[in-house]
């Protein structure tokens, strides 16, 4: 099986299963979620991906249907029945199932698990960015299921020829629509602080590690389009992209200016992923 989808117990093919209609997901994407990559069966970095999911689910008060213990068995259970080759884990939690009314309901979270193929990122290619107003709500650092305008400013970036749109709020840049953003300038790595108005991305807490780990020195604090735009280098981070680097914002050169630098940060993050999970570019899991 190269897909697998499981809700609640029973799993099977992921395009074969299928989520109840008064899955409180399906009318007010009223959930969480989390995900990660996995390589050799390793699922990279699980245990920090468990964490924030149930902080998510925390601060939405949606009831836990199982320890973190019991969801990470889970998961690792569910990746041995799947073919091995790089996988996304996806998980999420709804708080439940019934007719449709904005109150919450009593009981526990309903659980969805998907895991299915994806391309091991190539950490070293440059991409193209665009801007984007920040119009989502104040609760960013909820990994929550609504997401229309991140999913509207990725379509936005596509149309545009772009990887990632980054989103600020009048002159502050916050993040991307499905990554953390940072820039180097100077020797520093400057990232936005991970306050209400981004996600606490997984990737950007192991870039942090890998400036601790090379005397890189770091601010955390908001910066400015200017501050974007005028960057030696400019970096997005999350699971699937670990920290690409660009090489255009809105169709103007960017970046490139501090190449060795970028190069030891991107080698130390991606080599802790290959050393977790026995991954071997450019040799099959």
């Known amino acids: 099986m190269d897909a697998l989808g499981y809700y609640n117990g029973t799993w099977g093919p992921l ?14 994407g009223d959930g969480v979620y989390d995900a990660a990559v996995c390589v050799n069966r390793v699922i990279f970095t699980l245990d920090e991906h468990i964490d924030r999911f149930f902080t998510s689910a925390e601060l939405l008060e949606i009831k836990p249907s199982c320890s ?91 149309e545009r020829g772009g990887k990632e749109a980054v989103f600020h709020r009048g002159e502050i840049v916050t993040e991307g629509s499905h990554s953390n953003v940072h820039i ?33 020195p770091v601010e955390e604090r908001p910066f400015t389009l200017t501050e974007l735009f005028n960057a030696d280098e400019i970096l997005i981070s999350s699971t699937s992209t670990m920290g690409l680097s660009a090489e255009a914002i809105d169709g103007k050169p960017a970046g490139g200016k501090a190449p060795e630098l970028l190069k030891k940060l991107q080698d130390e993050v991606f080599g802790e992923f290959c050393a977790a999970t026995g991954w071997q570019p450019g040799v099959r899991s």
């Not at 395009?15 to 007010?28: A, E, H, I, Q, S």
């Not at 091995?84 to 884990?89: C, D």
């Not at 526990?108 to 950490?123: E, F, G, H, Q």
């Open 15 to 28: 395009d074969d299963m299928t989520v109840p209609m008064n899955d409180r997901g399906v009318y007010f």
């Open 68 to 158: 973190k213990e019991a969801l990470t068995a889970l998961l690792q259970d569910l990746v041995q029945k799947v073919d091995n080759a790089p996988l996304l884990a996806y998980w999420q939690w709804t708080r439940g199932a019934s007719r449709r009314d904005h109150t919450f309901p009593p009981g526990t979270a309903n659980l969805l698990i998907m895991l299915k193929p994806i391309a091991v990122p190539d950490i070293y290619r440059k991409i193209k960015l665009i801007t984007q107003d920040d119009t989502r709500f104040l609760h960013c650092n909820i990994k929550t299921l609504n997401l229309i305008p991140n999913v509207l400013a990725a379509q936005r970036a596509r």
């Open 184 to 216: 180097l300038k100077g020797g520093v790595f400057i990232t936005h602080p991970a306050d209400n108005l981004i996600l606490r991305g997984i990737a950007r807490s192991h870039l942090l590690g890998a400036c601790k780990k090379l005397k890189v």
